[in-house]
């Protein structure tokens, strides 16, 4: 079984500029999270979709960032304009829904803002 | 509000001893529970999970943690240490329907010759 797949897997941009992550989840699960993982600490939960719907984007910026799940399968995620404090680790997740809520997360984006 | 605190950030131990790692949470509803570990420049993968079923859990690579509610806690242990556990370990808790979730700070864990 194919597990979570990211792309870019790294990424440099100057502030200011925009920036586009892919995640595509595994076949199944219904379930897709995006995680922001800033070095030296635990991933942050920015938005979490059941299937093409949001359950909860409360921690997102949405000033500057947007998420959308087309068709309840792959997603992407969208930093306009970027900030020098954006640099991290962009994690996807997917599960397979409800009742088993265990996520399997992708090799993640490191994005550099200079 | 929930919220993950792991005591210590950093734990070593010597190969062959004993693993403690420390998680305490505060949550509203009846949560789930979770640990992952995050080797280095690999991604996270989940060592076991609580769900309400019984308290004791066992993961993968001989680990297991015990749910207790009176404490709120959810330390992760494992018997004997080995070289290739030295890596990042994040506490994870939920809510009881797969919302909310909220990692910890982690601990790194190194294990010694």
């Known amino acids: 079984e194919a597990g979570v797949a990211q792309s870019p897997r790294y990424k440099i941009i100057e502030k200011r500029q925009s920036v586009a992550f892919w995640c595509n989840p595994i076949s199944g699960h219904a379930t897709l999270y995006w995680y922001q993982q800033i070095l030296g600490q635990g991933p942050k939960l920015l938005i979490q979709f059941q299937n093409n719907g949001v359950v909860d984007d409360s921690q997102l910026p949405k000033d500057r960032f947007s998420a959308e799940r087309l068709k309840g399968v792959d997603s992407t995620l969208k930093i306009q304009p970027a900030k020098l404090e954006d640099s991290a680790v962009y994690l996807c997740?997917?599960?397979?829904?409800?009742?088993?809520?265990?996520?399997?997360f992708g090799p993640g984006t490191r994005l550099t803002v200079t | 509000a929930q919220s993950v605190t792991q005591l210590d950030s950093h734990v070593s131990v010597s190969e062959g001893t004993p693993v403690l790692l420390r998680c305490n949470y505060s949550?509203?509803?009846?949560?789930?529970l979770f640990w992952y570990v995050q080797h280095p420049n690999k991604g996270l993968q989940l060592l076991l999970k609580?769900?309400?079923?019984?308290?004791l859990v066992k993961g993968i690579n001989g680990f297991e943690a015990e749910f207790k509610k009176s404490e709120t806690s959810f330390h992760l242990t494992k018997p004997s240490a080995h070289m290739s556990d030295a890596a990042e370990y994040f506490c994870v808790v939920s809510d009881s329907e797969g919302q909310n979730f909220v990692f910890g700070p982690g601990t790194r864990l190194s294990v010694l010759p």
């Open positions: 949550s509203s509803y009846s949560p789930s």
């Open positions: 997740a997917s599960s397979p829904g409800t009742g088993s809520y265990e996520q399997y």
């Open positions: 609580y769900t309400s079923a019984a308290t």
